[in-house]
């Protein structure tokens, strides 16, 4: 997995509240390969149902080319547990979302693809989009190791994360190996619910 | 003495496996069902050249990607569609995992069929790369959805990393009045706490409402909790729960029966346990709900009007009314009962059980259809036993199509959507811009409310068709 150390990118805002996983991949495109999902992102919502861009959606505006990262409003990417929103998102450059709360399954399965969710309060979420609507391409900064997140008017708020996440994002590193390190523990957890949970 | 405990609380310390200083405690897994969509994780799994940790604890069966017309998996014409259907079977076949395939009367959707089977039992650890897996709570288990990356996780160590959420307890009493159901209490719970109301919450719903339900009227509240913003919910496990258990293909047997019922007696929150937040509603306050936009907090009585946004408590949810209401194609005053249907969809995890199917022939009985209505038990045994007690009779008489299980046209993955415009009466969970299908407005409702919609061609409030 790719690290997650600093990011300093131009941003994209998102204004919705509770913008589901369904708008930021549909359904439809889920069964396919991966390869082949990386231009579902947003696209009910970049596209028109005859497929002519929606000239007004920002991943539309080519003053927003390049992001890398989302500024969105609370409950973002709520609902399916669908991986494939971080996947979408992660294989069209967006590695940091910003927001003033997320969906829960969302927010896990950005640390399983090198994804930092970053929750700062409603006013300064709503304060940063519209900055970002004010001069379209402005850039956001971000450092993980320090915490921060300085926005276009070059104000710096610090965020919370758990350590535990932290250290996975900077060293990219891979849960699995991390737990397979524990396996004593996971043997001796067996042996005690063989005994207590006999009928499992 | 010790501490009161909830039952969130005393299931989550028995699954402890190592609590870090940081917080994080890798927690076990006892169940983990797959479905089509699982391909995902056993791939992970295989790139990094592993073997399942335990597949025993596997259980599996297709339900996205299968068609509701047919039971042939060579009939699924996206050819990727088809692969994730046959990689179920390569897959548990390799691994040793159970499964309940196409053509197997035990195959349905994945939270239906894990209850069925007896699979999902209180005061157990659940996972499924679903988010309505929250709906095996109704047992008094601990059960959420994940992601693809985490289901590969499971698959290689049996648990998880997580966080401790914190709990709350959703209390409903009193009677729910007459034609109102399980799905219009969760409809009215999500429209009270809204759409992210319980993020970061385990919900408990206890009070003597909740008490008073089936177990499919639990699994039904339960299943919504995703919609609430909780990562899981639960209902204590009591006397129905165990009658429910007793005799399931995978529940125990004989002296371990008697083992499991004497812990799972020890599962419910103690008396006394303090909850992080509680929030209670009155059964009586509760009427037939219907959602009117496009998240499943814009629910409303059916004797209610389609709201204005100039009601609205601030600007931006004035903005968010009216783009959900240009995308339903509602005008605002105009009362529920008026609106036009144009078709019906009975089925999904939240609504597909046997006593769904039962409720909503009841309405159906002698009356016609008037618009295309569908009806999509939730297993293969849900369906033999409406079968068998002539439901499928009734509904087909009433011109209602009868098919074949599986998540169909919740979610529309195996190609059952609507069209453009479409405005469907749904009792599935999910009312997203372009959930049934590009341009579709979808409407939430109970199964009866459904079939009430179904025989009027509008909105209809089943109490007066009684």
Same mark, same amino acid.
């Given at each position: ?200 | ?212 339900? !089936?177990? #499919? %009227? ?6 919504? =909790?995703?919609? @609430?913003?909780?990562? *899981?919910? $639960? +209902? ?32 419910? !929150?103690? #008396? %006394? ?6 929030? =209670?509603?009155? @059964?009586?306050?509760? *009427?037939? $709900? +219907? ?176």
């Amino acid at each position: 997995m790719e690290a997650f150390t600093t990011l300093d990118a131009v941003a994209i805002p998102i204004d919705q509240p509770n913008l589901d996983t369904d708008q930021i991949i549909p359904a439809r495109f889920l069964g396919k390969p991966r390869d082949m999902q990386v231009g579902a992102l947003f696209h009910d919502l970049r596209y028109t149902p005859d497929k002519a861009p929606r000239p007004e959606f920002v991943t539309n505006m080519p003053a927003y080319a390049g992001a890398k990262i989302v500024v969105a409003e609370r409950n973002f990417a709520c609902g399916s547990s669908r991986e494939n929103a971080v996947t979408v998102m992660v294989d069209n450059g967006l590695r940091a979302f910003i927001a003033p709360s997320f969906g829960d399954i969302f927010f896990n399965n950005c640390f399983q693809n090198g994804a930092l969710p970053i929750r700062v309060d409603a006013a300064r979420a709503g304060e940063l989009r519209r900055l970002l609507h004010a001069s379209p391409g402005a850039r956001i900064r971000i450092d993980l190791a320090a915490q921060t997140v300085t926005g276009p008017d070059g104000k710096i708020d610090r965020f919370e994360i758990d350590s535990f996440r932290k250290d996975c994002l900077l060293k990219g590193a891979d849960e699995v190996s991390l737990t397979l390190s524990y396996d004593k523990d996971i043997k001796a957890f067996e042996a005690r619910q063989r005994q207590e949970m006999s009928w499992l | 003495m010790a501490a009161a405990r909830t039952m969130f609380e005393k299931i989550w310390q028995r699954h402890v496996v190592v609590d870090r200083d940081d917080g994080y405690t890798l927690l076990y897994i006892d169940r983990h069902l797959m479905h089509d969509g699982s391909a995902a994780g056993f791939a992970k799994l295989r790139e990094r050249n592993m073997k399942l940790r335990r597949p025993d604890r596997g259980f599996a069966t297709p339900d996205h990607y299968v068609r509701s017309d047919s039971r042939d998996v060579a009939d699924i014409a996206d050819p990727h569609h088809r692969k994730l259907v046959e990689a179920i079977r390569t897959n548990t076949a390799e691994s040793g995992v159970t499964l309940f395939d196409l053509g197997d009367e035990r195959q349905g959707i994945a939270h239906v069929v894990g209850p069925e089977q007896g699979v999902t039992q209180p005061g157990l650890t659940l996972v499924c790369g679903d988010s309505h897996t929250s709906t095996h709570g109704a047992l008094g288990a601990l059960a959420f959805g994940i992601g693809s990356s985490e289901v590969a996780h499971v698959m290689a160590t049996q648990c998880l990393w997580q966080r401790k959420p914190r709990a709350m307890r959703i209390s409903v009493d009193g009677e729910l009045g007459e034609g109102v159901t399980a799905k219009d209490v969760i409809l009215a719970i999500i429209a009270r706490i809204g759409t992210a109301g319980a993020v970061g919450h385990v919900i408990e719903y206890a009070g003597s409402a909740i008490r008073g339900l !089936s177990i #499919e %009227g639990r699994l039904t509240v339960c299943n919504m =909790s995703i919609e @609430a913003g909780g990562k *899981a919910g $639960m +209902v204590a496990p009591d006397d129905t729960t165990i009658a429910y258990l007793e005799g399931r293909p995978f529940a125990p047997k004989s002296a371990e029966w008697d083992k499991a019922v004497a812990f799972w007696r020890t599962v419910p !929150s103690d #008396e %006394g346990a303090v909850f992080d937040r509680d929030v =209670s509603l009155d @059964a009586a306050s509760i *009427a037939p $709900m +219907v959602t009117w936009g496009t998240s499943p907090e814009d629910a409303l009585s059916i004797t209610g009007r389609i709201p204005e946004p100039s009601t609205a408590p601030d600007a931006a949810k004035k903005d968010s009314m009216k783009r959900a209401l240009d995308y339903m194609g509602l005008v605002p005053g105009t009362p529920l009962e008026q609106v036009p249907v144009d078709r019906v969809f009975i089925g999904s995890c939240t609504n597909s059980r046997i006593e769904d199917l039962r409720a909503a022939a009841k309405v159906a009985k002698g009356r016609k259809v008037v618009i295309p209505s569908w009806v999509v038990a939730g297993s293969g045994l849900v369906k033999k036993q409406a079968e068998a007690e002539g439901l499928d009779r009734i509904f087909r008489d009433a011109g209602f199509e009868w098919r074949e299980p599986g998540c169909s046209m919740c979610v529309g993955m195996n190609g059952d959507t609507g069209k453009p415009q479409q405005r469907i009466a749904s009792t599935s969970n999910r009312n997203f811009i372009g959930r049934q299908g590009p341009g579709v407005r979808t409407h939430l409702l109970s199964p009866a409310m459904a079939v009430a919609a179904a025989v009027s061609g509008h909105f209809a409030d089943v109490r007066k068709l009684a």
